[in-house]
């Protein structure tokens, strides 16, 4: 059954310095997006992407956070700037037109 | 923001028996609804989901329930297994868009299965 990856599993950065998470949706999916963990937390939306563009995002999502999707296949989230409240499992998800989204096992972030 | 509530952090249920996880709704907007499963160091897997228009859907054992005047849904999975141990996750959608839009999440609810 074809998945959604995401790389790398675990991300330790130092606070202040740039991330790039990355995810390869289901190939034949159009919808796709990022949301996260927060450790005890709800799992909360970030983004949605469609048409190579931005559909929708939370308030989560300020000027720190950027999203791509540099070729047919990848699709990224940036964070400039990392803080500590960055710290989470972010999860990337993709879904086909009016279908259920399925997501990767995550990317755990830890900033120090 | 408490949209989406379960109320129940953890449920015991031996094995063979019928197991209940239920879900309460505060924004009437959502027209959308989905239980996905996840194990630890994974991610949400789509278990079953439900339109507004219905008030039931049923896949093999599992079986979601929504009534609407109430605001309130329900996974039944009968019979229980083992395997199905894992945290349940109740989430909504809504504007019309089906499950394209994004998805407000619950806390969750940790289902053990007792052999």
């Known amino acids: 059954e074809p998945e959604v990856t995401q790389t790398p599993s675990h991300q330790v950065t130092q606070m202040g310095q740039e991330v790039i998470l990355r995810c390869v949706p289901i190939?034949?999916?159009?919808?796709f997006y990022w949301y996260r963990q927060i450790l005890g937390q709800k799992v909360e939306f970030l983004v949605s992407f469609y048409n190579n563009e931005i559909s929708e995002k939370s308030e989560i999502f300020d000027d720190q956070f950027s999203v791509e999707r540099p070729d047919g296949s990848n699709f990224t989230l940036k964070i400039r700037s990392t803080k500590l409240e960055d710290s989470a499992m972010y999860f990337c998800?993709?879904?086909?037109?009016?279908?259920?989204?399925?997501f990767g096992d995550g990317t755990r972030l830890s900033i120090l | 923001d408490q949209q989406v509530k379960q109320n129940s952090p953890s449920l015991s249920v031996q094995e063979g028996r019928i197991s209940i996880l239920n879900c309460d709704y505060t924004n009437s907007m959502f027209d959308y609804f989905l239980w996905y499963k996840k194990y630890p160091a994974e991610g949400p897997t789509f278990l079953i989901s439900?339109?507004?228009?219905?008030d039931k859907n049923e896949d093999g054992r599992f079986t979601v329930f929504l009534n609407k005047s109430a605001k309130h849904l329900s996974l039944h999975i009968v019979p229980s297994q083992p395997g199905d141990s894992a945290v349940y996750f109740c989430?909504?959608?809504?504007?019309?868009?089906?499950?394209?839009?994004?998805?407000?999440f619950g806390t969750g609810t940790l289902l053990a299965v007792q052999p």
């Open positions: 439900i339109s507004s228009i219905k």
């Open positions: 190939s034949n999916h159009l919808y």
């Open positions: 989430a909504a959608t809504g504007n019309y868009g089906g499950a394209t839009n994004k998805l407000i």
């Open positions: 998800a993709s879904s086909g037109d009016g279908q259920p989204q399925h």
